[in-house]
T-cell receptor, first 110, second 115 residues
Framework: QKEVEQDPGPLSVPEGAIVSLNCTYSNSAFQYFMWYRQYSRKGPELLMYTYSSGNKEDGRFTAQVDKSSKYISLFIRDSQPSDSATYLCAMSDDDYKLSFGAGTTVTVRA | EAGVTQSPTHLIKTRGQQATLRCSPISGHTSVYWYQQALGLGLQFLLWYDEGEERNRGNFPPRFSGRQFPNYSSELNVNALELEDSALYLC??????????????FGDGTRLSIL
């Protein structure tokens, strides 16, 4: 079993829809949670960074962490064609190395 | 503010050769991380350097090595290249490990192709 599980998709939604992305994990020591966006031929770009459980909102993006269920989510409201990318969840404990999900490829259709 | 910069963008080598990849962190960042993104395997942690010292190492053979220079830039060296080393190698940086945790910011990577 992988340490971090993420549905690879692909996910295709119409413009303006809500995109919902999820990851589950097995290591209960994880306490730092991130979402990155990666465009083709580019490096991952940090979208959201959260510590422990709870919700965090930044513009059209909302990140949720449920440590009791070992489950994290990212919601993108009012999706735009420019949101078409691969989204990666990442997490770490105190050792500073990031464990990544496989990435979900999202296409927002105009 | 300049982001993490990596060079070269693309590197083509043959089996058995050595490759050297370079990374300059964001100004003020002292920690540098290396990750491998191979097709079908996702992003995997390779190495972490902070203040010139290797702090952590992923599950990779010893032919993957590196170093961090006094200006906090870093090199990743891969010896005795194998076909399966073909991947995108990503460098990330973050502020010092002292104090509050900060997220890692990535460069655009070096694509290493082994022929």
């Amino acid at each position: 079993q992988k340490e971090v599980e993420q549905d690879p998709g692909p996910l295709s939604v119409p413009e303006g829809a809500i995109v919902s992305l999820n990851c589950t994990y097995s290591n209960s020591a994880f306490q730092y949670f991130m979402w990155y966006r990666q465009y083709s031929r580019k490096g991952p770009e940090l979208l959201m960074y959260t510590y422990s459980s709870g919700n965090k909102e930044d513009g059209r993006f909302t990140a949720q962490v449920d440590k009791s269920s070992k489950y994290i989510s990212l919601f993108i409201r009012d999706s735009q064609p420019s949101d078409s990318a691969t989204y990666l969840c990442a997490m770490s404990d105190d050792d500073y190395k990031l464990s990544f999900g496989a990435g979900t490829t999202v296409t927002v259709r105009a | 503010e300049a982001g993490v910069t990596q060079s070269p963008t693309h590197l083509i080598k043959t089996r058995g050769q050595q490759a050297t990849l370079r990374c300059s962190p964001i100004s003020g960042h002292t920690s540098v991380y290396w990750y491998q993104q191979a097709l079908g395997l996702g992003l995997q942690f390779l190495l972490w350097y902070d203040e010139g010292e290797e702090r952590n190492r992923g599950n990779f053979p010893p032919r993957f090595s590196g170093r961090q220079f006094p200006n906090y830039s870093s090199e990743l060296n891969v010896n005795a290249l194998e076909l399966e080393d073909s991947a995108l190698y990503l460098c990330a940086s973050s502020p010092s490990r002292q104090g509050a945790r900060q997220p890692q910011h990535f460069g655009d990577g070096t694509r290493l192709s082994i022929l």
